[in-house]
């Protein structure tokens, strides 16, 4: 019994799995979990609500991104989209691959040296690497289709998630680092950061590799796509 | 001096502005929705300060504000925000071309420069910043001051601003409060012991002798986990006190560095394949305007999976070498 009350809050992980799974919004379903969850734990109302506000509020540095709209919707009124479109448009050697690439190791270095606050989905990704990534896909010389678009898009938002992720733990003085060593400090093992970060690196490069590769291959997809609607399109004509 | 704080104010404020236009064209969902954000953002520091003082009411207060969100979430549809004309833009955009990208590049430049030189700012025998979450403050005061860039090159009246960002942050709608909902969901599932039975139930579930087993258990441990959670930090203890100290570092000697490092970018393999990491898989769905919430996912999760079977072997290669 008491094996059973240990494992009751999983309740609120599998409210959360059943409720993506379903597709239905994910804030209510979130919220739901953690009151499912704390109920389990035989949690009062009240404690339950108090628990809810502490964390929400200690985590409100999540919500800064929130103030590069202004500026970037005002640049993007002023057609910021579509010069950054236009300007990678002109740029005969930039193909898609290698915007994404340069893009991909840019982010991995600045992640490195601790810089990850630098470029984000909504300081870069929405206003500049997006719609370059569309230009360059262009240079095909077909139209991207809107499924293809949304590929391009989506592959875009991936890049800047890959080249942030696998490169920070390199950094000795950021959050992940801290952290490891913290934990190890208070189970009595002393580490050094630097020794820490050391062995991130690896990863770091595999990332690189890994993800140009599929960015060579997603690229030469495109590329042969458009080809083949090209010819359909001169055969119709 | 500048702190977190006040851009935790000019956020509020933003909110609040959002949230009055909302109001002024009958959006009520959306009036509401980002009127009680404001409120929550604005009040953090009182309700946390209460909350150390054991006087648990503003938090409570707070919890209710967040289910209100959860119960208003639902009605924040997309909608129609009428955009400038595209021939307009693209008229601008041919006249102003580069000057176009200055303000933008500004906020990756200023909060850059506040991350490296911050610390050695004094005015007045003041420090400009303050030392906790500087680069923080650097990207608001960033932000800030691309805006008002922005609207010198493009000449917009400063009300611009306050529209143009509500144009955006009503594109994102319920997916810009996400990351926050379920940071706060993290919270409570440490408060309730959900990590520990997960660690719990998985050394249930393997033959603890084995080293291979143990690395396994650990690296999709770790994955399974950051998917559950969206987030690796909170991953990491859990299984490290659940499995990578007892059985990997004590029972079978690995080396605790190389673990740490591998263990720590296994999990972020899992943040690749998790809706539950929000800011990053489900925002720029949103930011992006694509059609179905696992879009980004769909374009990553092949790195993830490659990446981790590379991290697994590494980890098994050398852990045990060192």
Not at chain 1, 86 to 106: C, D, E, Q, V
Not at chain 1, 180 to 195: K, S, T, V
Not at chain 2, 280 to 303: C, G, H, M, Y
Request: net charge positive; aromatic share 8%; proline share 4%.
């Amino acid at each position: 019994m008491t094996a059973l009350l240990h494992y009751l809050p999983l309740l609120g992980v599998l409210v959360v799995v059943a409720g993506f799974a379903l597709r239905f919004n994910p804030v209510p379903v979130v919220v739901v979990a953690g009151i499912v969850s704390g109920l389990a734990a035989g949690k009062s109302v009240g404690d339950i609500l108090a628990l809810l506000g502490t964390s929400f509020v200690s985590e409100r540095a999540l919500l800064l991104y929130l103030l590069t709209l202004p500026a970037i919707g005002v640049l993007e009124r002023a057609g910021l989209r579509e010069h950054a479109r236009n300007w990678i448009a002109s740029l005969r050697s930039l193909t898609f691959p290698r915007l994404l690439i340069a893009y991909l190791g840019l982010r991995q270095i600045l992640s490195m040296l601790g810089l990850t606050g630098v470029a984000g989905q909504a300081q870069t990704v929405r206003p500049l690497l997006a719609p370059m990534a569309e230009a360059a896909a262009e240079k095909r010389g077909a139209p991207l289709s809107m499924e293809e678009r949304n590929d391009v898009r989506a592959f875009s938002a991936a890049t800047d998630n890959v080249g942030l992720f696998f490169s920070e733990d390199v950094f000795i003085a950021l959050g992940a680092v801290l952290l490891i060593q913290g934990f190890y400090a208070q189970h009595g093992i002393e580490l050094q950061p630097l020794q820490i970060a050391l062995w991130a690196l690896p990863t770091a490069i595999a990332a690189f590799v890994i993800h140009a590769i599929r960015t060579v291959l997603f690229g030469r997809r495109i590329l042969h796509s458009g080809m083949q609607a090209a010819r359909e399109g001169q055969a119709a004509d | 001096m500048l702190t977190i704080e006040q851009a935790y104010w000019l956020i509020a404020l933003f909110l609040a502005g959002a949230a009055i236009l909302n109001l002024r064209e009958r959006r009520w969902w959306h009036a509401a929705f980002w009127g009680v954000l404001a409120v929550l953002i604005a009040g953090g520091k009182f309700v946390l300060a209460a909350s150390a003082a054991h006087h648990p009411l503003p938090a409570q207060l707070a919890g209710i504000g967040v289910i209100a969100l959860a119960v208003l979430s639902p009605r924040m549809t997309r909608g129609t925000l009428s955009e400038r004309d595209t021939a307009e833009r693209e008229a601008d955009a041919l006249r102003l071309r580069h000057k176009l990208f200055g303000p933008a590049l500004l906020i990756p430049l200023v909060t850059l420069l506040v991350a490296l030189f911050g610390a050695y700012i004094v005015v007045d025998g003041v420090h400009l910043f303050d030392k906790t979450r500087m680069t923080l403050t650097g990207l608001a005061l960033a932000c800030v001051i691309a805006l008002i860039a922005a609207l010198w090159v493009t000449r917009a009246r400063p009300m611009a601003g306050l529209s143009e960002g509500r144009r955006l942050l009503d594109t994102l709608g319920w997916a810009a409060l996400l990351p926050l909902t379920l940071a706060a969901l993290g919270g409570v599932f440490a408060a309730t012991g959900v990590g520990t039975a997960i660690a719990d139930l998985v050394r249930l579930l393997i033959p603890v002798d084995n080293a291979l087993a143990c690395v396994g258990a650990f690296g999709l441990g770790m994955v399974l986990f950051t998917v559950i959670m969206g987030n690796a930090f909170a991953a990491f203890p859990v299984l490290m006190a659940g499995i990578g100290i007892p059985l990997l570092i004590h029972r079978h000697g690995a080396d605790p560095a190389i673990l740490g490092a591998l263990g720590m970018v296994t999990g972020y393999c899992g943040t690749l394949f998790t809706p539950m990491a929000a800011n990053f898989n489900i925002v720029p769905v949103a930011l992006l305007e694509l059609p179905n919430q696992s879009d980004v996912i769909r374009a990553q999760w092949k790195t993830g999976a490659l990446l981790l079977a590379v991290n697994l072997i590494l980890m098994y290669l050398l852990i045990f070498r060192f």
